[in-house]
């Protein structure tokens, strides 16, 4: 089984819908993140959580809220989607300042 | 604000040569370098991780080599195979706070 996985790894959905992707890890890492990827834009943060109490917003954070349920779980909420949150959607886990592993990615569009 | 650069953007080459991709970063103060492999519409797999105490790491043919103070990684492949065709990424760790990546190098290896 896969050490990250990521549900769904495919979503539709509308304009002003809320919508959650989750995370799960068996990696027994501490730190888990959300990136997305765009087209010519490469990857960026859009949060990360050091342990279940400790959530913090990375570059892209605006329009984006997130629930770190338990140290393996780490949930993505939009809360009304927009058509420029289309975009590839990336989990990641490390243990401190060490290698991050991503899990498969959720392809998002908002129509 | 961290900044990272690679270069070629795109790069062709036949298949047996050995090839060199290139990945620059702004800020020196970095804690360590990933290099990643991103099949199209895949998730992202992790080659090889450089702390920022280490000149160089090496898995099978490739080679990874970081000088912190002029901001340049270089990632080396060997004996290059159709399969190693990808979209090679480039990511530095400047604490916890998650990575900042290049946009990466579209790699072509013609049989």
């Known amino acids: 089984d896969a050490d990250v996985t990521q549900t769904p790894r495919n979503r539709i959905t509308k304009t002003g819908k809320r919508i959650m992707l989750e995370c799960s890890q068996t990696?027994?890492?501490?730190?888990m993140y959300w990136y997305r990827q765009d087209p010519g834009l490469g990857l960026r943060l859009i949060y990360y959580s050091f342990d279940v109490k400790d959530i913090n917003k990375g570059e892209i954070s605006d329009g984006y809220s997130v629930s770190r349920q338990a140290q393996a779980k780490f949930s993505l909420s939009l809360e009304s989607a927009i058509p420029n949150q289309t975009a590839l959607y990336f989990c990641?886990?490390?243990?401190?300042?060490?290698?991050?592993?991503f899990g498969p990615g959720t392809r998002l569009t908002v129509l | 604000k961290q900044e990272v650069t690679q270069i070629p953007a795109a790069l062709s080459v036949p298949e047996g040569e050995n090839l060199v991709l290139n990945c620059s970063f702004t800020d020196s103060a970095i804690y360590n370098l990933q290099w990643f492999r991103q099949d199209p519409g895949k998730g992202l797999t992790s080659l090889l991780l450089?702390?920022?105490?280490?000149r160089e790491q090496t898995s099978g043919r490739l080679n990874a080599s970081l000088d912190k103070s002029s901001g340049r990684s270089t990632l080396y492949i060997a004996a290059s195979q159709p399969g190693d065709s990808a979209t090679y990424l480039c990511a530095v760790a400047g604490g916890a706070d998650g990575l900042t990546f290049g946009k990466g190098t579209h790699l072509i290896i013609q049989p």
């Open positions: 990641a886990t490390s243990d401190w300042g060490g290698e991050q592993f």
């Open positions: 450089i702390q920022s105490s280490q």
């Open positions: 990696k027994g890492h501490d730190r």
